[in-house]
Every structure is written in C-alpha cells, then in structure tokens.
C-alpha cells in the first residue's frame, strides 16, 4: 500500500471534500528506514525529487559521539537503544531515530541526526 502525504479528503466532521486537483508524485511517502543497531552495517541509497540522492542508514552498530568537555567526536561502538522518544516499542527492538538515548563504549549519548535521512549516526555525549 502506497504511503501518500497529502491532504486528507475528509474534515474534522467526516464531510467529504471534493478536491480541485488529483493526487500528485510530489505527495508521495516512503516507509520509514528505521535504523537498528545491527553487527552488519546496511545502507540504501534511494532517488528523490529532483534527481537528488538519499542515502537511508537501514542497520549499523557505529556512531561518531562528540565530547563536549574534550572538544573530541571519536567513532565508537553502539551497544544498545535505553530510550527513545520517537516510539517505546523501538527500545525493544533496537531502533535509533533523531533524540533516542544510545549506550556507547564512552558512555550513553543522545543521537542528533537523522539515520533514515543522513546514513550516518551522530549523537553528543550525555554528562551527568
């Protein structure tokens, strides 16, 4: 089933609205890529509109985490997702999204950019 993001045909009372115009590619949706921490590391480029290129991180176990205090970003080993925001069934399952809380081998860290958009996971380290 397509994913479509346009505008819905009904109101908030269940009227039907006739549209002036017909659904349009521009309005199309994709699955989300749903980035799991993974030993095997995925990646999946895919064509958007206007020819641009996406490439979605679909499995990883690497993150660049930023220390702060150090002014360091060093690649380390993710271990697992204790939280996340975005979805609770995604702590289960291992799913990092933008604002999940990752455990690394420096310590946990919040991710801070998109997986499923950027291919990369970059987090910064939580100091407590």
């Known amino acids: 089933m397509a994913i479509w993001q346009g505008a819905s045909r009904r109101l908030s009372t269940g009227a039907k ?69 975005a979805n609770k069934h995604y702590i289960r399952r291992n799913v990092m999204t933008k604002g999940a809380i990752i455990e690394t081998e420096m310590g946990k860290a919040k991710v801070t950019s998109r997986p499923g958009q950027d291919g990369v996971v970059n987090a910064v380290l939580i100091t407590e």
């Open 17 to 85: 609205v006739w549209r002036a115009a017909k659904k349009h590619k521009r309005e199309m949706g994709r699955p989300a890529a749903e980035t799991q921490v993974s030993e095997v590391i995925k990646r999946k480029i895919v064509r958007c509109r206007g020819a641009n290129l996406k490439v979605k991180l679909e499995k990883t176990n690497y993150a660049n985490v930023f220390d702060q205090a150090n002014n360091v970003c060093k690649k380390v080993a993710v271990t697992k997702v204790l939280d996340n925001k």
